[in-house]
C-alpha cells in the first residue's frame, strides 16, 4: 500500500485508527452498560494503543438512553492520569447545546457531521441537509474558536437506505461548504454501507482536488461486506484516518438496513498484515472483541476474535 501524494506522510505507522465502539457501537443496543464496565473497556482500548477513542455522544438521554452517561466518562477520564497523553477522547454533538456540555466535561476532539441525504437528515435531526450543514457548520467554527480539534463528517456519503444513489456533487457540494468556513478535517461515512471500493477511490479523488492538503477520514460500514475493500480503495486514494468499532458492533439507528461498523480488530489484523501499526495490541483488542460477545451473550460480527491472526498463530 504505497501513499498517495495526497496524504501527508506520518512515518511507518500512517493509518490513524480512530475507535468508535462506544459511542455508535454502543447507540443501538437495548441493554445498557452500565459506566464502570464503560470505563473498564475504554481503558482496555486505550491500553490496546488505538489512537482515538470516541467515548460518546451528547444527545437527549430519552432518545438513546446507552448515551445518557456520556458526560460522566469524559468528567473520569480528564482526570489526571487516567488516560495516555497520546490518546484523544472525541465526542459526537449535534447542536450548539451538546458543544456547551462537551465543554463543560473535557471533550478534546469534537465530531459533528451532515448527511448528503435528505431523507436520512430529517431522521436523523429533522432538517433537511442544507439546515442541517449551516447548523453544523456553526457550531464547528464555536468549537475551533476554542482551540478544540473538530472534524465534520459527510453521513451517507456513497448511498442512502431510503434515497438509493446520493449524487457525487452533492457530497462535494457540503465538503465544500466546510473548506469555505475554514474547517479541513473532514470524514466521509458510508452510513447505509452502500459504498464499493471503485465508487470510493472515485469520490476521493474528487475530494482531494477540492483541496489536496485537507485530512480526510473514513467510516465505512459492512452491511453487505465491502468494508475492508472501501478501507483498502480509501488508503490507495490517500486517506490516513479511518473510524471503526471494536467487533464490529453497531449501526445507524436512523437508517433503513442498520449493519455492523467495519470492525477494530479485523481492521487492525490488515493493517498488521500490511506491515503497519505493528504497535496495536492485536490480543489485547481480541481478548475485549471477546469481553463484548460474552457481555451481550451473542455471536459478533468480526471475524479475527474468533479466528485468530494467522500471523501471530502461525
Known amino acids: ?29 437495548k441493554q445498557i452498560v452500565p459506566t464502570g464496565q464503560k470505563i473498564a473497556w475504554a481503558e482496555g482500548l486505550m491500553a490496546a494503543g488505538l489512537d482515538i477513542l470516541q467515548l460518546g ?24 492520569g487516567r488516560k495516555p497523553e497520546r490518546v484523544i477522547l472525541s465526542g459526537l454533538v449535534l447542536n450548539e447545546k451538546g458543544l456547551e456540555r462537551g465543554e463543560a466535561c473535557g471533550v478534546e476532539m469534537y465530531c459533528l457531521g451532515v448527511s448528503a441525504s435528505d431523507t436520512h437528515s430529517r431522521k436523523n435531526t429533522g432538517m ?16 475551533l474558536a476554542a482551540g478544540k480539534r473538530v472534524q465534520v463528517s459527510v453521513q451517507s456519503a456513497f448511498g442512502c437506505g431510503f434515497e438509493g444513489p446520493v449524487p457525487q456533487d ?12 475554514g ?30 492538503a485537507l485530512e480526510c477520514s473514513c467510516h465505512f460500514h459492512n452491511t453487505y461486506g465491502l468494508g475492508l475493500a472501501n478501507c483498502y480503495a480509501a488508503m490507495e ?10 467487533a464490529g458492533l453497531g449501526g445507524c439507528p436512523f437508517t433503513r438496513v442498520a449493519a455492523g461498523n467495519v470492525c477494530t480488530e479485523d481492521f487492525v489484523h490488515f493493517l498488521q498484515r500490511a506491515g ?30 474468533k479466528s485468530g491472526s494467522p500471523a501471530k498463530t502461525g
Open 170 to 181: 452533492r457530497v462535494l457540494g457540503i465538503i465544500g461548504r466546510y473548506l469555505d468556513a
Open 128 to 143: 433537511s441537509s442544507a439546515e442541517a450543514t449551516e447548523r453544523i457548520v456553526s457550531t464547528a467554527q464555536t468549537a
Open 1 to 29: 500500500m504505497q501513499p498517495s501524494t495526497h496524504r501527508q506522510e506520518r512515518g511507518p505507522f500512517c493509518c490513524v485508527v480512530h475507535e468508535v465502539g462506544l459511542r455508535d457501537g454502543l447507540q443501538m443496543e
Open 57 to 80: 455522544s451528547f444527545v437527549h438521554p430519552d432518545k438513546v438512553p446507552q448515551m445518557a452517561d456520556t458526560d460522566l466518562l469524559f468528567n473520569h477520564f480528564k482526570k489526571p
Open 183 to 212: 474547517l479541513r478535517n473532514i470524514s466521509l461515512a458510508d452510513t447505509a454501507g452502500h459504498g464499493h471500493p471503485v465508487q470510493v477511490r472515485r469520490m476521493l479523488e474528487a475530494v482531494f482536488k477540492l483541496d489536496a
Open 237 to 246: 486514494a490517500g486517506v490516513g484516518t479511518f473510524e471503526s468499532s471494536l
Open 276 to 305: 503497519q501499526r505493528q504497535d496495536i495490541d492485536l490480543a489485547g483488542l481480541i481478548a475485549l472483541a471477546k469481553e463484548f460477545a460474552a457481555f451481550f451473550d451473542r455471536e459478533m460480527p468480526g471475524l479475527v476474535h
